[in-house]
């Protein structure tokens, strides 16, 4: 649209998907009396037509927005990562009240998942014949079975949807990284600072209330670069690697280019952050032999 046409200019009202564009793409380099204009053209008889039509029209350009938005490779990534942990905790929960209704009956009851598909597939040696006890094994079994679905559905999109995040963590990792920043393009814009403490929202909430020290990270903490360096070096490991994961997603989301040297400096400086401990516990060795 340009700054001397309406939106309705488009099209009549009988043409939704020609407004829709119009909304959604025009622009205008100053405000004009657009009631006005639109009589003029005949598209309205009178200003309240004009603004229901209008009404009408971003109405309808919101939604197909809103419906694009959801359709997005990401976006069924989040909604994957998250229907895969609510399924995970349920099982899990489950299965505790399954022992523990087992135990009543059986003494020698199991516990977990892993004693929920036994119990569901007849291979448990309990002998347990509740038929009520047996059908919840059978829910658990089945939601544990819909989560490692729903994981190797995000071991095999994640890669398509992010390559570099997914290789500088693993696909599961950084779609929920994705999930927790809300998609692909909100975590490519956020700070690596914040990046490093997704997912510690309450830990942070209460250490700015003043009752709980600064969350050296999130759930970064599953990088095995994190999680495998000495506490005392996690937090400088922690930055290290949400500030490669920042520009990995910044990647993936406005080029998506292959950066396979972000791995590669990445274990640089993780090697050098770990050799701080073992240096460390060298200079205490010789110390200690001194005396």
Known sequence: MSNTDGWFAAGDRDDPDA???????????????????????????DEDEYYDALREATTAATRAAVTERERADDRQLVHAVRAMDDCDRTANELAERLAEWAGTVDPEAGTGVDYARALASGDSDDGLEEPAIRSLAERVADLADEADDLREFVQRQTPAVAPNLSALADPVLAARLISLAGGLEELAKKPSGTIQVLGAEDALFAHLRGHAPSPKHGIIYTHDAVRGTHPENRGSA?????????IAARVD???GESKPELEAELAERIETIQARTIDDDADSDGGAGDE
């Open 19 to 45: 407004t829709i564009t119009a909304v959604r793409e025009g622009s205008a380099a100053e405000p004009r009396d657009w009631p006005a204009l639109a009589l003029e053209a005949g598209f309205a008889s």
């Open 238 to 246: 922690a930055r290290a690697v949400a500030g490669k994961l920042a």
């Open 253 to 255: 989301h406005y080029s």
